[in-house]
């Protein structure tokens, strides 16, 4: 079986390098701006970060067209904003607002954004795999042109859905690229602890898939490799597997200080930040500092804004509570109730 | 019209759904030999192996892949075998499918129709005997059929098959072979919603689904000789319920009676009887009577089994005692 | 006595019953840290981690190892974290930890303790938020218990533990931090199946559980401030219910309102509701009012899903339209 | 990984040859009055004939203790038989009749005898896997020296407990032993053509098992390589799994005519019956014929007798289908009702 590849940050072309920086200096901006408004208590739900992890996301959606779909979990906000959903909408679905990607319906653990191909997050771990291959199976009955990315966590590799969907998307050789992020935690526990035997790449094998590990802190290894196995997939090569290797830089929620963990270990993990290793990189390919804290603001001023509209921005009106549910049978909003 | 079976009913309305929309497909285990019960025979013959799948036994990725397929455009059949089975897939179904056009502001459509072959039916025991409607029905999100008459399977199942949200869809084992007139007509549809009355009586008023409406006609025709003119509602949706037609009814008898074969405690009848309980006491001369199994597992030995199903003579006694009022 | 919390009372719980009995046991992901909720807070520390384990993200497999491991004599405490997620898990409660005791004629016993964590909480939205106890009600072989006081989450959790049936045990996510008078008595235990007399009116009944207990109180002081003394029962157990005290209850008041956050429709409140009507229509001098969730998924905007909510002011209403008649 | 030890059948003791032949003649007889029985009319519900696949219950549980538990599938009365349980109560619960081993609630697929340490049949393929899984947990922490072995079919494997409840085993390191029955079919479909990967064995691997392949036709090779197997997972060596490799002879179930398989094929397969392989080894070894006469004879008769015995038998009596479903909230049986 094929196995990390190696693909060397510095063939990577620089225009392209900057763009993936940019787009993980987004996700961060956008993550430490939801952290803030999270922590103000701005955010009513769940927030979970992924910061550290942004590599993975910029890397991988890089490779994708937008007819191309993806699905994500609790953890999300990255794989959203590489696949194009707008941060605004996002930050306004964080909120709670009129506007959000779910009209405020569902929250951070819940965005979707169809428009773009982003099939929504989800609440249950593991779920998206299997709706990730049904999707794969549906553009293949349908004679779409499609891949399909499902993006999921070292924890989820114990769920029996995770098998299944798997040997579903061998058997019915599906145009599906899982992607999942070792992390290092599931939650609180370290992710080791509950997982035997060789682990997510192990299993994807025995389940008839290529399989294939990146660093997932080099946002250029996993474009190269990425790059290569969109094309197979589309191509009729059948589904693949990709693990990369990250680290939650954050507790498990905004409001976990993950004392769990050992801190020194932790503190150092800042150190390979993706985003640390991608500015080093194009520092030597000779990006100007100055180009790169323009980037950064630039980042740090879009969210900035579009977390203050947010908090500025409206509720959603009442009646969506019963909007959506189902044609027939849904509960009839009365204005007085 | 043709004499057809409920079983064929069934299958009819999967093909004609297919030949008219290509989006349409059906997936579960063994379907290429025609399913368990034959509920799709001969249909890959006409529709091939993609689109009548075979799938692993993987119950919970046959519904979350259906899933993940009605969000992108098809219109999957999911077939569970067995309605027991369904429960390996609870989070695709009520956490998924349910609420995933509503999570989403709306973006997304889940058209999936889950057929959950349900009910008591040759001592199959505990594990394969189930009737769950009365879960479905508390699930915001889900449409829930349950058909009594061939004609009803062939016209809710394609009303399923077209209706853009997730529609639980019970049939009842022990009606597969039941034979009755059904409509040839390729747009033949029984809409969602509206119940039948299976039989228009003056005195007591009977609202029943699925296989009871057999029983609870058997049990109408010994209330005649008895000078007790029945009146039978067959809901066929649940969820929606006809609650006009079922208030209708009571304000003619003024005496109601819900009869399913589910456990009584948590089943469907008492969404009915507190409903009829909190608008109509005011019309009522009997007090509401429910008929339903009681709370135990199913036997597998026959009259063991027997003793948790609702018979005609169960119905009557209840019919009677109402009466008295 | 001493002042604890709902999560310390229930983490008390299953400490006494783990110094009590070596066969007691708590299994999930997490417990390790504590719980999600802190409610195994510190366990590690005195039963080290093969009493309290820390597990794989696999509920179906806590779920049906728990089954087998019970079958064998231990008695796991099972955290499924947030009920939601045991909809990951449902075969191994009702398909095997329900029907085991019955299908295999009384050879076994399946004593395990289902924890369920329930409700409405902080913006969770739709798969976080559930109350689904009605399902658990309409499955036989299954005890139902979900408690309000801080008492009685520690009496009832170590009677759920030193029981031999498998009981759901329903806590309400949004009751954490609730505090109470809670007896320091290893053996004080709350009998599973008694209700306990929340508040004693004259007027109305209002039949409630869980966090609805604290809402229907504070309903409670509108309505007497206009007159109306309104009597709580809470039921504790839901499965058995204690139809004794809501029967006396309804007999001296004359009027029922049943109060759930879950879903109205099919919810448990119909199973209250029908049981009243059909056994004590006479007695009533209004109808019986249910106060459930409209049917829909919730919402995670605050505002939608404050809507979900039942308030003192919704019950103060019903209260007061009943009080007409 | 080890794999696929030859234990060639002509090292085996006679006299234990003897008795796992007359342990398979009797599931045979067993099954075979069985069979007659359901097509007659007299048992009601679904049996699923394990007739071909008797080698592997038989050499399996050779290998066990009486305190040892096996939990098993739809398709159990060999690993009952060969557990010690009791025909005539078997055959009793087939008939729904008083005196079954489940007082006539359960039937042919929720058979369970826990005297001998049979944990139970399933309706539901692949849930005996997380129960045996939680019996072996149970025991450890109660310090009992047991060993649980989990019998499923090549369909199970394709369900999700199935690899939780591996995963589970290799990290509580549980003493138990997975064996799975390659009969070749779930139902009516070929279990290869919706299995993707390299099937049982390279999933359990990947889950941190080692897993053997045996050939399930042949007794003594079955006995030969659990009898190795069963003391290392007493030792504490974790769990291990095992792939039978068998064919099962009948349909799915009694009323099946399997007509989707090819025909010949399936003839053929009475050739390499694991009760004509293990007569011929016997005769091999110098039994006379007339011996493997009587044995089979004395089986046929037994199971000829107790389903004489279940035919004349009484049903249960009705109130016991409101026994034994839970302490608190039973319903009451009325003999009225
Ligand atoms: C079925 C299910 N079980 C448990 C949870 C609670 N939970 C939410 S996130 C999480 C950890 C997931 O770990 P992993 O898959 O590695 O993703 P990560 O959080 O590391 O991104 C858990 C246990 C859940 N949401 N769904
Ligand atoms: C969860 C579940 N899905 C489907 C079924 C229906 N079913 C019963 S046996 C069977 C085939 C099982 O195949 P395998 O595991 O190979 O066992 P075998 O019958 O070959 O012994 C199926 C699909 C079931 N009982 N449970
Ligand atoms: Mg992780
Ligand atoms: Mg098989």
């Known amino acids: 079986m094929p196995n990390d590849a190696a693909h060397p940050s510095h063939n990577i072309d620089r225009d392209r390098l900057v763009d993936l920086y940019r787009t993980m200096r987004r996700i961060r901006a956008f993550e430490e701006a939801a952290e803030k408004a999270s922590l103000d208590g701005l955010v009513g739900g769940a927030v979970h970060l992924s910061i550290g992890q942004e590599a993975v996301a910029a890397g991988v959606c890089a490779n994708l067209r937008r007819t191309d779909q993806i699905t994500t979990t609790h953890r999300g906000h990255g794989h959203c904003i590489a696949k194009g959903t707008d941060p605004g909408a996002m930050m306004l679905e964080l909120f709670g607002k009129e506007g959000g990607t779910c009209g405020g319906k569902g929250g951070s653990m819940h965005i979707a954004d169809f428009e773009v191909g982003m099939l929504g997050a989800n609440g249950v771990v593991a779920a998206g795999i ?98 290569d196995l969109i094309p197979r997939i589309r191509g009729g090569g059948g589904p693949m597997f990709l693990s990369a290797r990250t680290y939650r830089l954050k507790g498990h929620t905004s409001v976990d200080p993950a004392l769990y963990r050992d801190q020194d270990h932790a503190a150092a993990q800042w150190d390979v930040d993706p985003l640390v290793r991608a500015a080093g990189e194009l520092r030597r390919l000779g990006l100007a500092d100055s180009d790169l804290a323009a980037i950064d603001s630039a980042a740090a001023g879009e969210m900035a804004r579009v977390a203050e509209t947010a908090e500025a921005a409206e509720t959603p009106a009442l009646q969506h509570a019963f909007a959506d549910i189902q044609d027939i049978g849904a509960p009839v909003w009365e204005s007085s109730s | ?197 299976a039989r228009e009586g003056a005195d007591v008023t009977l609202v029943t689904w699925s296989k009871m409406v057999g029983v609870a006609e058997q049990a109408a025709e010994l209330a005649a000789e008895k000078g007790i003119d029945m009146e039978i509602v067959d809901l066929r ?64 030995a026959k009259p063991l089994e027997d003793l948790l199903r609702i018979t005609p003579a169960k119905i009557l006694a209840t019919a009677l005692e109402q009466m008295q009022r």
């Open chain 1, 130 to 227: 299997p709706i990730a291959v049904g999707a794969a199976h549906g553009a293949k009955l349908m004679g779409e042109d499609k891949v399909v990315v499902c993006f999921f966590g070292d924890g989820a590799i114990n769920r029996g859905p995770f098998m299944e969907g798997l040997n579903w998307a061998t058997v019915f050789k599906l145009p599906v690229l899982f992607v999942c992020e070792q992390n290092g935690f599931a939650s609180t526990t370290h992710s080791d602890a509950v997982t035997g035997g060789g682990g997510a790449n192990a299993r994807a094998e025995s389940l008839g898939l290529e399989a294939y590990e990146v660093d997932g802190n080099d946002v250029a290894a996993v474009d190269g490799l990425v790059g």
């Open chain 2, 237 to 300: 949706t649940l969820w929606p319920w006809d609650q006009d037609m079922v208030f209708a009814s009571v304000e003619k008898t003024k005496r109601l009676m819900v009869v399913h074969e589910a456990v009584q405690v948590g089943g469907f009848g008492a969404e009915i009887a507190a409903t009829v309980a909190e608008h109509m006491a005011h019309v009522l001369v009997a007090p509401i009577r429910r008929l339903g199994a009681p709370r135990a597992p199913i036997s597998y």
């Open chain 2, 1 to 197: 019209m043709s004499v057809i079976s409920y079983q064929e009913a069934g299958c009819q309305a999967v093909a004609e759904e297919m030949r008219r929309d290509p989006s349409v497909w059906a997936l579960g285990e063994d379907l290429g030999r025609g399913g368990v019960f034959g509920q799709y025979r001969g249909l890959i013959d006409e529709f091939g192996p993609e689109r009548i799948a075979d799938t692993p036994i993987s119950e919970a990725t046959i519904m979350g892949a259906s899933v993940g397929a009605a969000l992108v455009g098809t219109r999957p059949v999911v077939e569970m075998r067995f309605a027991d089975f369904a429960l390996c897939a609870v989070d695709e179904m009520v956490n998924q499918a349910a609420k995933a056009r509503f999570m989403f502001g709306g973006q997304a459509r889940v058209p999936m129709v889950i057929r959950q072959p349900s009910g008591m039916w040759r001592s199959s025991a505990a594990q394969h005997s189930q009737s769950l409607e009365a879960w479905y029905t508390h699930i915001p999100g889900l449409v829930v059929a349950a058909p009594y008459t061939p004609a009803d399977n062939k016209g809710l199942l394609k009303s399923a098959i077209r209706c853009d949200d997730p529609v639980i869809y019970i049939e009842h084992k022990d009606n597969w072979a039941l034979e009755g007139e059904v409509p040839d007509d390729d747009d033949f549809l029984v809409p969602l919603g509206p119940a039948r009355l």
